[in-house]
């Protein structure tokens, strides 16, 4: 549990600050810089606060007041650029995808809330007349005839029912390509089904669980006929290679200028990675990325260990600013929260069914091939069902074959029930929660599908915080901004777009929600001797504020300014 390491990494700290003389002397020539701060943000249980932190080769040397560090490294260089600014731990947006962000964020959003990204706004679209509106009127702009349209946010409940007859009428020529808000479900008109070869007599000849997952007539696919069946076909159109390069660029801007010095991408797909180190892999990248493989393999693969050996094979080059993390793996259990496709112990209101991403049967074999090879294992998991079947999986292996420190991690963790929060912690999992959840979806979700009671109690980390259970926040960019101020800002006030708060009890304190970007992200990936706290001895990784989180309206937090990041020592101011 997160206060048993909280106690290890006290100690650890106090016998680094009794050493700090020897332990924190820097290599023969380096220079020493230190940097004092309005105040310094340690994320250290014993030392929270500090007035400067010192830095060479990269690395954090000590941290304290202005006076000690000026004795401590006499002949040192004091840089004041941070003098009336906030240093804190490099902040980690622990989950987010390259591949989905490059797309959407240069495809014709219209969605249901506004994004914001660096030069561009792109506004709501409130109801359906609004949606089509701006549909028809992002086609009407295109001034290439033959080029496809591609538009990404349309979400059912807000926009209504949407099919390729509705996407014909607005043009009969161009192919429109409309994403889901989940990323989850596409939707296209006819010109651009018959533009990528997708007929009627090729989804006839699709495993039968995977036709069970499209509707031609409608233009309609998701989960599995989204992802395994219509995406093949339709990826050569959305990574156009100038296309793609450029959303990659303008992820990077984003990230930055959010202040990540870190994220990853569970799931990372092999034959994306060229295409990402072009970009993200450079020594001008301003983080650090890391990739998790997709633990899926075909069902007839023969023995576990071919399992493991085709997620290794699936593992990212390392480059100057990529790399892959060993012994992780991503699973998956049900469908995606914005498309109401999870799997719910108690069903939907309106009669409708969830999906799996992995059936019962095949999970259980992959999470036991992954668990005896010492795997720490990520989970995709949306409704109280599919996080039953994940807890079950883990008990049986657990009992089956016990392994200490596994982490094994619960990530997006929509719904779940108080009883299922004490399991997690008598599991010893942990959890990475999408904290905007309850902020896009509670007011909606409460009244179609769900239900006021359930809604409200989506992503109830004030119960996980309660049990002990470590967790940490990520984006899923583009399911939530890519920003980590946002997701403090979400998950400590659970305000919805109406101006209620969505489930009081499920808040969490802001000490709380900085370390789930901070350390518990970190110790998420395993990465916390590294990263996640301004401690001696770590990279020297910093996010630099304008304003001290603890010192305003947390209804605030979203708003703060951020000047840049320092990632390993380099300082990265933000170009507004």
Known sequence: MRTTRAVAAALLLQLTVACSEEAAAPAIGSDVTIYPARTVITMEPTQPRAEAVAVADGRILTVGSLAELGRRHDGSIVDETFSGKVIVAGMIDQHLHPFLSAVTMTAAIVSIEDWVLPGQRFPAARDRADYLAKLSAAEAALEDPAAPLISWGFHHYFHGKLARQDLDAITSTRPIIVWHRSAHEFVLNTPALVSIGVSDALVAAAPAAIQAQIDFAAGHFWERGAFEFLLPHVQPVLVAPERFRAGLELTETYLHTSGVTLSAEPGGSGDMYDMYNSVLGDAATPFRFYFIPDGRVPPDTESDSAIVQAAEAKLAPVTSRTAPLRNHVKLFSDGAMFSQLMQMQDGYSDGHHGEWLMEPEPFARTFRAFWDAGYQIHVHQNGDAGLKLVLDTLEENLARNPRDDHRTTIVHFGFSTP????????????????????????????????????????????????????????????????????????????????????????????????????????????LEDEVGSITPGKRANFTILEADPFAIDPMLLKDIGVWGTVLEGKLQPVNH
């Open 419 to 526: 009883a299922q929060v004490q399991r997690i912690a008598e599991l010893g999992a942990i959890v990475s929660a999408n904290p905007y959840y309850t902020v896009a979806l509670a007011d909606r979700y409460a009244e179609i599908g769900i239900g006021p009671e359930r809604a409200d109690e989506m992503v109830r980390l004030g119960d996980v915080a309660r049990a002990g259970v470590s967790f940490s926040f990520h984006s899923d960019m583009p399911m939530a901004p890519s920003q980590p101020l946002f997701l403090m800002w979400t998950a400590v006030n659970r305000v919805t777009p109406s101006g209620r708060i969505a489930g009081p009890n499920q808040r969490v304190s802001v000490q709380q929600a900085l370390e789930a970007v901070t350390i518990e992200a970190a110790y998420s990936l395993r």
